[in-house]
C-alpha cells in the first residue's frame, strides 16, 4: 500500500493504493483539523493523519504529502518529521506544487501555479527546493485571480491619466463598484481589498479581452510573460527539468492567459516542453510515496502507536 495527501488552503485529498491495483480518494476540508498555518502547530500533523481512512491504516506504507505551507526544504523536512514521529514507514513532504509533475508521469520539471496566487517551483540537481514568487495578491501573484484584476485596476487608472476614453473594462469594473469615473474605481477598490472579491472579478478581465478592448489583453498579456520570466529565473536558480506544468484555476479556466503564457516561454525558452494538469494533484502524491522505498525524506523505525481514525 502506498498513501498519498494533497493539502489545500480549502481541501485536502488523500489517495492511497488498495492491494487490488485500484486507488480510493476522499476529500477532507483542510479546516477539519488543520489550526493556524500548517507549521504553526505540530498538532496539525497528528490531525491530518487522523484523516486517513481506516482502510488505509497501515503505518508501514509509504507515504508521501504535498502541501500548502511547504515552502522551503526546512518547512518540508520540519513537517515530515512531525509525520514520521507516528509512523514507521518512509515519509516525505513536499510543496503541493511539486506534486505536478508526478501526477503527469514526468521527471524533473517545473509547476507553475496560477490561481488565488501564482508561484513557480522546482529543484536543483542538490534536489533542494527553489520557488520564485508566492508573495501574495498584495504585492506579487502575476497571472492569479486577485493580481489580474489589481493590475487591470491599475491600467485602467494609467490609462485615464493619459486621456484615453474608458473601454470595456474600465466600464464593467466602474459599473461592480458604482463608480462614475476610474478615479472613484480606484478608492472603491482601495477600500474592498480583500484576496476573493478581488479574485471573483476576475471574469471582468477575460470577458473585456473578449470584447476587444486592448487594455484587458495587455494586462493578460502582462501576467503571462511574469509568469515566463519566473521560470526563466527559477532555472537561473538550478531548477531542473525541461518539463514545466502549468495548474490552478485560472491557467486551466482560460486559454488566452494559458496560450500567452506558453508563447512568452516559447520566446524566453524555446527547449522548454509545456503542459497543462489534466490530472488530480493528489495523484502526483501518491507516485511519489511509489518511489519513496529506501529513499524517504525522513524514516521512523521505531514503533509508535496507532492513531485513531476519524472513520
Given amino acids: 500500500m502506498n498513501i498519498g495527501i494533497d493539502v489545500g488552503g480549502t481541501s485536502?485529498?488523500?489517495?492511497?493504493?488498495?492491494?487490488?491495483?485500484?486507488?480510493?480518494?476522499?476529500?477532507?476540508?483542510s479546516a477539519s483539523w488543520r489550526?493556524?498555518?500548517?507549521?504553526?502547530?505540530?498538532?496539525?500533523?497528528?490531525?491530518?493523519?487522523?484523516?486517513?481512512?481506516?482502510?488505509?491504516?497501515?503505518l508501514d506504507a509509504p507515504l508521501a504529502v504535498g502541501a500548502s505551507g511547504c515552502d522551503t526544504d526546512e518547512q518540508c523536512d520540519t513537517f515530515a518529521g512531525w509525520l514520521s514521529a507516528h509512523r514507521r514507514g518512509p515519509v516525505a513532504a513536499?510543496?503541493?506544487?511539486?506534486?505536478?509533475?508526478?501526477?503527469?508521469?514526468?521527471?524533473?520539471?517545473?509547476?507553475?501555479?496560477?490561481?488565488?496566487g501564482s508561484i513557480a517551483v522546482g529543484?536543483?540537481?542538490?534536489g533542494h527546493l527553489t520557488k520564485i514568487g508566492g508573495y501574495g495578491w498584495l504585492l506579487g501573484d502575476p497571472g492569479s485571480a486577485p493580481g489580474l484584476v489589481r493590475q487591470a485596476v491599475i491600467a485602467v487608472a494609467v490609462a485615464h491619466d493619459d486621456g484615453a476614453r474608458p473601454g470595456p473594462l474600465a466600464l464593467a469594473l466602474q459599473e461592480h463598484y458604482g463608480s462614475a469615473d476610474p478615479v472613484a474605481?480606484?478608492?472603491a477598490f482601495t477600500d474592498d481589498a480583500e484576496v476573493t472579491?478581488?479574485?471573483?472579478?476576475?471574469?471582468?478581465?477575460?470577458?473585456?479581452?473578449?470584447?476587444?478592448?486592448?487594455l484587458a489583453a495587455?494586462?493578460?498579456?502582462?501576467?503571462?510573460?511574469?509568469?515566463?520570466?519566473?521560470?526563466?529565473?527559477?532555472?537561473?536558480?538550478?531548477?531542473?527539468?525541461?518539463?514545466?506544468?502549468?495548474?490552478?484555476?485560472?491557467?486551466?479556466?482560460?486559454s488566452s492567459l494559458?496560450?500567452?503564457i506558453v508563447r512568452e516561454l516559447g520566446e524566453m525558452a524555446p527547449e522548454l516542453n509545456v503542459t497543462v494538469l489534466c490530472r488530480e494533484p493528489v495523484e502526483g502524491a501518491l507516485a511519489l510515496a511509489r518511489g519513496l522505498g529506501t529513499h524517504a525524506t525522513t524514516r521512523n523505525t521505531e514503533e509508535k502507536p496507532a492513531l485513531r481514525s476519524n472513520q
Fill in 12 to 29: 485536502t485529498r488523500i489517495a492511497w493504493s488498495c492491494p487490488d491495483g485500484n486507488v480510493q480518494v476522499v476529500t477532507r476540508p
Fill in 35 to 58: 489550526r493556524g498555518a500548517l507549521l504553526s502547530d505540530p498538532g496539525n500533523a497528528t490531525r491530518l493523519l487522523e484523516q486517513i481512512p481506516d482502510a488505509a491504516a497501515d
Fill in 94 to 116: 513536499h510543496n503541493d506544487a511539486e506534486l505536478f509533475g508526478p501526477a503527469m508521469g514526468l521527471g524533473p520539471a517545473i509547476a507553475v501555479v496560477v490561481g488565488t
Fill in 123 to 126: 529543484r536543483d540537481h542538490q
Fill in 185 to 187: 474605481l480606484a478608492y
Fill in 197 to 214: 472579491r478581488w479574485g471573483s472579478l476576475c471574469p471582468i478581465v477575460f470577458q473585456a479581452q473578449d470584447q476587444g478592448d486592448p
Fill in 218 to 254: 495587455a494586462v493578460i498579456n502582462e501576467g503571462a510573460a511574469a509568469l515566463a520570466r519566473d521560470v526563466v529565473r527559477l532555472r537561473a536558480r538550478g531548477a531542473q527539468g525541461t518539463d514545466v506544468v502549468l495548474g490552478g484555476s485560472v491557467v486551466t479556466r482560460q
Fill in 258 to 260: 494559458r496560450d500567452a
